[in-house]
Structures are given as structure tokens and as C-alpha cells.
């Protein structure tokens, strides 16, 4: 499946299976520290007198991930980074936006001859309204103008299925919605969509290009996508069915042979997966010790980067949504770069790849690496501007529509606790909207955190006033549209369902599930694995889970499908399906508040937690 590019001179680029194709202008590279008589910071000369053309070249990687669809700039703690400063303070940064995104990257971009830009997933999916109202059409259009040249799939890109993904890549209208502008069909993505790890069952044949050759006056760099081998896991049955996701490792190595055979070898994996670093200072320095060990970085990403063949010059991830660059060892013992930056366009990260033009291979010793803040003191690039004021022409029937009232900041994606106040807000509203006999008869409720997108942000967003809550910010928190469920568990399977957040799956980056009122425990971190929920605290209205008994349980369609690790929830019968989150959601807000009687921001007092 080729992408197709802007038919435009200057840069070439070789899409497995696509053959050559000329497209769109590509400005130069050299990058900061490097000097315009050759010499790179580590003192190998270039010979190209600024012009690229010696033995040594200095090729621009530009990078990010977990866009979500966030064109306009994040609200609330979702729109902020931590920034270490020189005296060792900490600083909050308001970052991210299109409109400055782009122009920080065509910043970056000038006096650079060779420069690339490049994703690591989840561009799309779990998008705020401007962009999940019209499937996302918005963003890529704003990634068109950004120049991406590549990106890998992340597990987001699945959530409307393999058809749904097959239109983004080519175009072409909804198969539902139709075109959203008259005499306007959607174009599709002028960059290639990388699935090397996602085979179709009935084939066994890859669902999306594996890899991807970009080229400029002889300097040839490899990509390879993949998304993270658990995808099935985070995504609803529906988005992965018919679909087989392969080891990443296994996976990157395949196809680092196959590049290798035709001639590429200089390579850079496109992960989605990623770390989780010590601190969450977007300058933090994982490499503490300067020995390329990594030591502050863990996670699935690490033992990934440990395995992936020497050949591969560098790893850019995602997934987890956190900053990072750091040098982790290969399988050969060398330092190599491995990368994140943040999520929601605030953070993007520059490399340096110096290529040697007589081995063409990557100089890993050349290599170096920074994140860079998206701040909103750049001017707006005017494109990404009227992009933006289109879809909010499209959009603005709905998105203005109040909801609700809140009383102050409720967070959800902002909060660190492991019981987040707008958690039991959003389970508080599926076991209000399902507990009527008729829609359900719920008894108790279960969000996933994961499913809890944004805060709920007491400053006005537009001219709606402040503490309204309007269409566009609930969707913003709960954009999936996942169906509603009510099952029939047993009390041993509920008791096991919140043991699974502490193990299995997700022993070492544990799930809490966000309970609604009347429900309670104890979780003693102390411990190890599934004691972590103690035993004999589980209670619901005061009486403790009785393993024999039958509990009527409201979750999204995503958890009854045992999804993010909860297998035991998938064991639910009787089941009756009720509305969607968000409209359960919003009746509860609707029902709940008023301007003068706002919804305060709970205790979330439910689950007792001794660390």
C-alpha cells in the first residue's frame, strides 16, 4: 500500500513494493552544534563545506508521537510539560497545538540540507472533538502540512478497524458519514502508514507497508513501523479482528535483514512501545552517569532495545506518553539512541544521524539527541490556523453545546492518583445511567483509567463562560463511543477483576480501575502482585464481596471484553447493552449541575491505598 507524496523536486523516497517516487521540497540539515567548515561536535570531519556533499553528512530526524488528534492546544495539566531549569527548580510550560507545533518544526528545519521527519503511532485515535468528530480527517490533513514523512502504526489507529485505517492511509469518504465538505473528498495520508508487525489471519500477509526507504543524493535511511505486540489488548475485539500482531522484536529484525539485503544500512525502528523514565521533567537526563547504560529509563521499551539487532541505529518510541532520550545498550554492548516525546504534540525531539556515504552506514558514536518544548510564545503557523478555524466552522453546531457545570478543575488524565476524581465521576454516571431496572439494573460500576482522556477544566475554553462544560470537553474525556454494558459477574470474578489490576498482565504497569460510589477497598502497595488488593476489604455498601453471589456490573464494552488485562470481566453473562459512555456521561452532568449548583470535585475516598 503506497502513500501517496506531493509531486513536487527535491526529495525522493522508496516505499516497499512502491518503487521511486519524486515528491514534495525537503530543506537541508545541519544541525545545531555542527559547524559550516565540516567539523561535528565530535571532531570527524564532514568535508561537505556545507553543502553535503563529503564523506560524512549530517542527516536532521525530526520526530514525536501520541498526537491523539490534539490540533488545537491541550487544556489543563494535558496542555503542560515539566521543564527542569538551571538552578534545578521546576518549571510548568504550557506546550502543544498544531499551529505552534508546525512552526517549530519548520524552525528546526531551516539550514538543515537533510532532514526527516517521523511518528511512532497513535497520530490518530482517542481525539479530542475537532478531530473524533470527522474520523479524524482533520489530523491527517494537519500531518500533511506538517511534512511527515513517515510514521508507524500505534494501537490507537485501530480503534475503528482495519477498513477504517485502509482510509486513512488512501482516502476517500466516510463509509457512513459521507464527505464532511461539498466537492471535497479526503485525500488520505501523503505519508506511509508502517504495520510491520500486523499481518492479516486469513494471508498471513502485512496489513501496511513493513518499511519504508527514505532518499536524498544518495543518502539512503531505512524505516520500520510496529506497534506494540499487545494491541489486542487496548483496543476493542471489533478494531483488531482478522488481524495477527507479531513480537516487535522478532519483527524489526526480519525486516532489518531484508533492508540489509538491499543495501540500506543505515536503519531506525519506529516503536510503539515505549518507557517509563524516573522523572517526568521533560529534560531529565536518563544517562545520568554519561556510560549509555539507560539506568533511568524502565519498562517494555528497554528489553526491546536490548534485543533489536546492532544494525538498527535508533529506536523512536511512544506509547506511554512520557519524555525521554536515552542510550540503552544493543545486543552488541554499544550505547544506542532510543527516544519519546511526550504526547499531544508537546514535545518533539531532534537527532543528529551522521551518515557515512563510503560505508553507508549510521557513525553511532556522531549520534546525538535532545527533546524540544512546543511552546506557545512562536508564532501561529497560519496554515495549521485556518485548518483549525474550518473544522471549528464544521464543528461549532455541536462542540459549544453546554453540558454541565463544575465547580472547579476535576481531573482525570492530569491526576497521578490511582483513584482520579473524574474516575468516579465517570463510573458514578454509568452506574446512574445503568442502574434504572429497565437499562441494566446495575449494582455497581468499572471505568478503565486508560479511557479517561482529559481533564474537566474550569477555565473557559472559548466564550462559553468559565465552569461550563460543553460538548467539545466531554468528548475530549470520553471519545471512544464505547457502548455501554451491564453483566451478570460473580463475586469471585469481580473479586478476581481487581486483583488483575495489580497482576498478570498488568503486574508491572498496574490498571486501577475507577469504582463508583458505594463501592471500596484496600490496596497496600507494600505487598506483591495480586495481594496488592487485600483481601477481605472488598465491600459494596459496607457488605463484603460474597464470591457466590451474582453482581450486576456496568463497564464500557471495551472492559466486558476483558480488555486491558481483565480477562475475569469477560466472563460476564446476561448482558444487556445500554447507550454510549458519552451519552451516559452527559446526561449525568445534565442531571447533576447547574449554574448554581455545580458539580463539586469528588473526595475520591473509595479505594484506601497504603504505599
Known amino acids: 500500500m503506497a502513500a501517496r507524496k506531493k509531486n513536487t523536486a527535491g526529495r525522493r523516497i522508496l516505499v516497499a513494493g512502491a518503487g521511486l517516487a519524486t515528491i514534495g521540497a525537503l530543506v537541508a540539515a545541519m544541525p545545531a ?28 530526524l525530526l520526530s514525536f508521537n501520541d498526537l491523539h488528534g490534539n490540533l488545537e492546544p491541550p487544556a489543563g495539566s494535558s496542555g503542560q510539560v515539566t521543564r527542569v531549569k538551571p538552578d534545578g527548580t521546576t518549571e510548568k510550560v504550557d506546550a502543544g497545538g498544531v499551529e505552534y507545533l508546525a512552526t517549530h518544526l519548520r524552525q528546526a528545519r531551516q539550514g538543515n540540507r537533510y532532514s ?22 482533520p489530523t491527517v490533513n494537519a500531518l500533511n502540512g ?37 466537492g471535497k473528498t479526503f485525500r ?53 479482528k482478522g488481524l495477527k500482531f507479531g513480537d516487535e522484536v522478532e ?45 533511568g529509563v524502565s519498562g517494555a521499551i528497554v528489553d526491546i532495545a536490548k534485543n533489536v539487532s546492532p544494525q538498527v541505529d535508533a529506536l523512536v518510541t511512544g506509547h506511554t506518553h512520557q519524555a525521554y532520550v536515552c542510550s540503552i545498550p544493543d545486543p552488541a554492548g554499544k550505547p544506542r539512541l532510543v527516544t519519546s516525546a511526550s504526547s499531544f504534540g508537546k514535545l518533539y525531539t531532534d537527532t543528529t544521524l551522521t551518515y557515512d556515504r ?10 546525538a539527541s535532545a ?69 441494566g439494573g446495575a449494582q455497581l460500576a468499572l471505568m478503565n483509567p486508560g ?28 471519545p471512544f463511543t464505547n457502548m455501554m454494558n451491564v453483566v451478570d459477574l460473580s463475586g469471585a470474578n469481580l473479586i478476581a477483576a481487581l486483583k488483575q489490576q495489580v497482576s498478570g498482565s498488568n503486574l508491572n504497569s498496574v490498571k486501577i480501575l475507577q469504582v463508583s460510589k458505594g463501592l471500596t477497598y484496600t490496596l497496600d502497595m507494600t505487598k506483591a502482585g495480586a495481594d496488592r488488593v487485600v483481601d477481605g476489604s472488598i465491600k459494596l455498601n459496607g457488605e463484603p464481596i460474597d464470591p457466590a453471589k451474582t453482581y450486576r456490573v456496568a463497564m464500557n464494552e471495551f472492559l466486558a471484553g476483558g480488555g486491558d488485562g481483565f480477562p475475569a470481566l469477560a466472563t460476564g453473562t446476561n448482558k444487556l447493552v445500554g447507550a454510549s459512555d458519552l451519552d451516559v456521561f452527559n446526561a449525568y452532568l445534565a442531571a447533576n449541575s447547574s449554574p448554581s449548583a455545580p458539580l463539586q470535585v469528588p473526595a475520591a475516598n473509595r479505594i484506601t491505598v497504603v504505599q
Request: charge should be negative; hydrophobic fraction near 35%.
Open 146 to 182: 506538517l511534512d511527515l514523512d513517515v510514521t508507524s502504526v500505534g494501537n490507537h489507529e485501530f480503534d475503528e478497524g482495519a477498513a477504517e485505517l485502509a482510509r486513512m492511509q488512501n482516502g476517500g469518504c466516510h463509509p457512513t458519514a459521507g464527505c464532511y465538505v461539498d
Open 116 to 137: 526527516i521527519t517521523a511518528a511512532a503511532g497513535d497520530m490518530i485515535g482517542a481525539s479530542p472533538l475537532l478531530s473524533g468528530l470527522f474520523h479524524d480527517e
Open 251 to 295: 519483527t524489526i529484525n526480519k525486516y532489518t535483514k531484508i533492508l540489509e539485503r538491499k543495501g540500506v544500512k543505515s536503519i531506525v525502528a519506529l516503536v510503539h512501545e515505549g518507557g517509563l523514565p524516573a522523572s517526568q521533567a521533560v529534560n531529565y537526563n536518563c544517562d545520568g552517569d554519561g556510560d549509555g547504560e539507560g539506568e
Open 33 to 60: 552544534g555542527a559547524s559550516q567548515d565540516g567539523v561535528d561536535a565530535a571532531g570527524a570531519s564532514h568535508g561537505t563545506n556545507g553543502k553535503g556533499w563529503g564523506r560524512m553528512v549530517d542527516v536532521q
Open 371 to 439: 527533546n524540544h518544548v512546543v511552546t506557545r510564545d512562536v508564532p501561529k503557523a497560519a496554515d495549521m490556523t485556518k485548518l483549525i478555524a474550518d473544522w471549528q466552522t464544521l464543528a461549532a453546531p455541536i462542540a459549544g453545546r453546554p453540558q454541565g457545570y463544575i465547580a472547579a478543575d476535576i481531573n482525570g488524565r492530569g491526576s497521578t492518583a490511582y483513584e482520579k476524581p473524574l474516575g468516579d465521576v465517570i463510573a458514578d454516571a454509568q452506574l446512574a445511567g445503568l442502574s434504572p431496572a429497565d437499562k
Open 188 to 240: 488520505g495520508a501523503d505519508f506511509p502508514y508502517l504495520a510491520a508487525n500486523v499481518t492479516k489471519e486469513k494471508t498471513g500477509k502485512p496489513l501496511l507497508d513493513p518499511y519504508f526507504i527514505w532518499e536524498k543524493d544518495g543518502v539512503r535511511i531505512g524505516f520500520i513501523g510496529v506497534t506494540l505486540e499487545g494491541t489486542p489488548n487496548v483496543v476493542t475485539a471489533e478494531g483488531v
Open 451 to 478: 479511557g479517561i482522556r482529559a481533564d474537566l477544566v474550569y477555565k473557559q475554553a472559548g466564550a462559553e463562560g468559565d465552569g461550563v462544560v460543553t460538548y467539545g470537553e466531554s468528548f475530549t474525556v470520553q
Open 358 to 367: 563510503r560505508t553507508r552506514d549510521i557513525v553511532r558514536t556522531a549520534v
